[in-house]
């Protein structure tokens, strides 16, 4: 499975040009008969041009030819500001055919940019970034680390402020043993951004490691919860001992023998168990839809 993102990732120069006055006529004009063009006017000065100029530049480069980008400095040409009667910048104008066809002022988030220019030139395929956070996502589910490490860490170089990136590293990180890095990496990532499926799974993973790491052996447990099946603690540390073990299947049974004989036992203690397992399984888990399916049947019975 490719994981690395390719070198030429960051390659397509040509498709972005720095315009002026006097080649606007055929940098943008002429050359929107035969391509979209896309012109980004901007200033130095300008904090929120500096903000939206990177990511413009990205989405074109995805695009792979299906749109050129022309940047045009108003403070040194601003005729062309004028005559397209630009009151604020950054400005961005699509042209087509000749003609100005469409246009938006400010600094966008990356993901409304690309549905701008996909309004126009069609679908974007997913960007090298992109791929790499796939490639990496199906690794993880399939227990391959290195190549699920190598993906994640490849990202955050190209782009360190990935949160989901840090997120699925971390959980690489917790199957390859190394808890206090997973938690050290899940430090950098912002208290309003961790609500996001990966960030929610990654700290569930971490919570279920540290409980592992505190439930014993699991054999103890197993004979303390066969002794006495109404010590409910003692079921729920089975339980978790095994979630932290990998076993879900046999760790999801504890928790729902626990709802089944007192769900509100100890707070619920055993469906946030369930749930928080759950979530690091990822919905689409045939065990995560067969625990659902029964987690359901006792709560509704």
Not at 34 to 63: F, H, N, S, Y
Not at 148 to 166: G, Q, R, S
């Amino acid at each position: 499975m490719e994981t690395l993102i390719s070198e030429s990732a960051g390659a397509g120069d040509d498709l972005i040009k720095d315009g002026s006055t006097e080649s606007f006529m055929q940098e943008v004009v002429e050359a929107s008969k035969e391509t979209l063009i896309l012109v980004d006017l901007w200033a130095p000065w300008c904090g929120p041009c500096k903000q939206l100029g990177p990511m413009i530049e990205k989405v074109v480069r995805d695009a792979k030819g299906a749109v050129k980008l022309v940047k045009i400095d108003i403070d040194q040409n601003p005729q062309i500001a004028q005559s397209l009667q630009v009151q604020s910048i950054p400005a961005v104008f699509a042209f087509k055919n000749g003609q100005p066809i469409d246009g938006f002022m400010g600094a966008l988030p990356e993901s409304k940019i690309k549905e701008f220019v996909e309004r126009h030139a069609g679908p974007i395929g997913p960007s090298p970034v992109e791929e790499a956070y796939q490639s990496g996502t199906e690794a993880l589910e399939t227990g391959d680390t290195e190549v699920a490490l190598t993906a994640f860490a490849k990202i955050l170089e190209l782009d360190p402020d990935h949160v989901d990136a840090k997120a699925q590293l971390a959980r690489v990180y917790i199957k390859l043993g190394e808890l206090d890095a997973a938690k050290s990496l899940m430090e950098t990532i912002p208290e309003d951004t961790k609500q996001t499926p990966a960030v929610t799974a990654a700290l569930a993973a971490i919570s279920i490691a540290e409980n592992a790491a505190d439930a014993g052996e699991l054999e103890p447990l197993r004979l303390k919860v066969e002794e006495n099946p109404d010590d409910l603690a003692a079921r729920l540390e089975y339980g978790k001992a095994l979630a932290g073990a990998g076993d879900y299947e046999a760790g999801g049974a504890e928790f729902l023998e626990i709802i089944r004989r007192d769900r509100d036992w100890n707070e619920a203690a055993g469906r946030h168990e369930l749930l928080k397992m759950l979530e690091v399984m990822g919905p689409a888990d045939p065990l995560t839809k067969s625990l659902r399916r029964q987690l359901s049947s006792i709560l509704f019975a």
